[in-house]
Antibody, heavy 117, light 106 residues
Framework: EVQLVQSGAEVKKPGESLKISCKVSGYSFMTYWIGWVRQMPGKGLEWMGIIYPDDSQTTYSPSFQGQVTISVDKYFSTTYLQWSSLKTSDTAMYYC??????????WGQGTLVTVSS | SYELTQPPSVSVSPGQTASITCFGDNLGDKYVCWYQHKPGQSPVLVIYQDTMRPSGIPARFSGSNSGGTATLTISGAQAPDEADYYCQTWDSSSAVFGGGTKLTVL
């Protein structure tokens, strides 16, 4: 069974750094792209970027380029989404999802990130 | 950048057919998929590659895509189908989501 299990909810202050994770199982981690999707409170789904675990090739949405970093650890079958300096506007639910291209077929349970002073 | 436009809301009576549309330039030349998203849950893929249903998705969900319009059709809508629905495509190395449609079954 394909599973994507994300790290737990986070509460951070503006300016702090954060790295959330998404551990996959049930399929060959190296052979499927994985993406990250944001949902701000009361808003729709927004694509942030994708990564190919085998070679760490990454494509970012122009809206998120330079704002976040997507990475992988092949040995732990885990992908990460990272911020160096959080803003209150980063408050959102973040989902990872497997991306066979051009669709997301299996989703993590989501990680709620709250940024507040 | 490419945009997909969905109606904000659609209402349907139980047992009737609901149609949710998604508009984009020459959308028929691209593959479209649809997600169902219920509050407190993760999105679920209900249609991919315009018309394909993943295993476990009821046959009452179907999709089409032609010209500039993709359509998700729910035949015999049921109360559990009440959710937000998003269309999504791939354009110029970017995934693009529509704004979402809230389906109310009442």
């Amino acid at each position: 069974e394909v599973q994507l299990v994300q790290s737990g909810a986070e509460v951070k202050k503006p300016g702090e750094s954060l790295k959330i994770s998404c551990k996959v199982s049930g399929y060959s981690f190296m052979t499927y792209w994985i993406g990250w999707v944001r949902q701000m409170p009361g808003k729709g789904l927004e694509w942030m970027g994708i990564i190919y675990p085998d070679d760490s090739q990454t494509t970012y949405s122009p809206s998120f380029q330079g704002q976040v970093t997507i990475s992988v650890d092949k040995y732990f079958s885990t992908t990460y989404l990272q911020w160096s300096s959080l803003k209150t506007s980063d408050t959102a639910m973040y989902y990872c999802a497997r991306f066979p291209r051009p669709y997301f077929d299996n989703w993590g349970q989501g990680t709620l990130v709250t940024v507040s002073s | 950048s490419y945009e997909l436009t969905q109606p904000p809301s659609v209402s349907v009576s139980p047992g009737q057919t609901a149609s949710i549309t998604c508009f984009g330039d020459n959308l028929g030349d691209k593959y479209v998929c649809w997600y169902q998203h219920k509050p407190g849950q993760s999105p679920v893929l209900v249609i991919y590659q315009d018309t394909m249903r993943p295993s476990g998705i009821p046959a009452r969900f179907s999709g089409s895509n032609s010209g500039g319009t993709a359509t998700l059709t729910i035949s015999g809508a049921q109360a559990p189908d009440e959710a937000d629905y998003y269309c999504q495509t791939w354009d110029s190395s970017s995934a693009v989501f529509g704004g979402g449609t809230k389906l109310t079954v009442l």
